[in-house]
């Protein structure tokens, strides 16, 4: 993994919630992941509000960008997550919700706690037991280790270990 693929995660876990929740009358919504494709990252463009860069995330050859869709609605982007299978671990490359779903005027909660489950599922169905690891802004780590129970492990590196895995994959996934 090159040094200029590293990215420091800065998305904030607003809740945990079974799915993502409207936030206009809490009503709640199924959820599907899947690969994104390159029809759906050409939608995916700063000037429409996205943080990072995901056609160039998209194009690395050592990683896979999965979206987060509704059930009803799979042609609407609710957050996207960039993984990496590695030995005995999923890397979380990059996260971040759709410009809908953050700020004050935000349509849906729950979307990065989605985006993190779906990590440790990830690696839970690979035989790892659910660790994921990635990179955190250090405004961040003591999110990160309050919501989702993820250990800081020195410098920006933060790591989900199976228990906490578990407890995100059941409150997400129908296990």
């Known amino acids: 993994m090159s040094d200029d693929s590293v990215y420091h995660l800065n998305?904030?876990?607003?809740?945990?919630?079974?799915?993502?929740?409207?936030?206009?009358?809490?009503?709640s919504f199924e959820t599907d992941m899947s690969l994104a494709k390159s029809e759906d990252i050409k939608l995916v463009t700063k000037k429409g509000g996205w943080h990072f860069s995901w056609r160039a995330e998209f194009k690395q050859t050592d990683r896979e960008v999965y979206k987060l869709t509704l059930a009803d609605e799979p042609e609407i982007l609710q957050g996207l997550i960039s993984l990496s299978d590695m030995d005995g671990y999923v890397y979380v490359h990059l996260a971040e919700s759709a410009p809908i779903n953050f700020g004050a005027d935000k349509k849906h909660e729950g979307v990065g706690g989605n985006l993190f489950a779906y990590a440790c599922k990830r690696s839970w169905?690979?035989?790892n037991e659910g660790f994921i690891s990635f990179q955190a802004k250090t405004k961040l780590i003591s999110h990160y280790e309050q919501v989702l129970g993820a250990v800081h492990n020195g410098g920006h590196n933060m790591i989900i270990y199976p228990q906490e895995a578990l407890f995100l994959i059941k409150q997400y996934f129908k296990v």
């Open 11 to 27: 998305l904030v876990i607003d809740d945990l919630t079974n799915s993502i929740r409207q936030v206009a009358n809490g009503e």
């Open 125 to 127: 169905d690979a035989g």
